[in-house]
């Protein structure tokens, strides 16, 4: 019997695709900007999108370890 099923190779943890999630300690330590944290997740973001995203989709400025992990938590829901 012939197997017409294509095996696309092993399935992949959509979080691969994602760089890992940046903690508070490593932001402060590598002294980023915001800018550089929301890049992170999307190298090709642009100028307009980072202010959307901090000023419309967090916490930010009131809160940075919070901002931090809701920028995280957008764009693992966006690769879900």
């Known amino acids: 019997m012939l197997n017409f099923k ?13 760089n890992k ?3 508070i300690n490593e932001v402060i330590k590598e002294k980023l ?4 944290v929301v890049r992170h997740y999307d190298p090709k973001i642009t100028d307009d999108k980072v202010d959307y995203i ?6 930010y400025p009131f809160d940075n370890e919070t901002t931090v992990k ?11």
Request: glycine content about 8%; charged content about 30%; hydrophobic content about 20%.
């Open 33 to 36: 900007t915001w800018g550089e």
């Open 21 to 23: 999630e940046l903690t």
């Open 54 to 59: 901090l000023w419309n989709e967090t916490c």
């Open 70 to 80: 809701q920028i995280y938590q957008l764009f693992k829901k966006q690769g879900e």
């Open 6 to 18: 294509r095996n696309h190779g092993p399935k992949k943890n959509k979080e691969s695709k994602m």
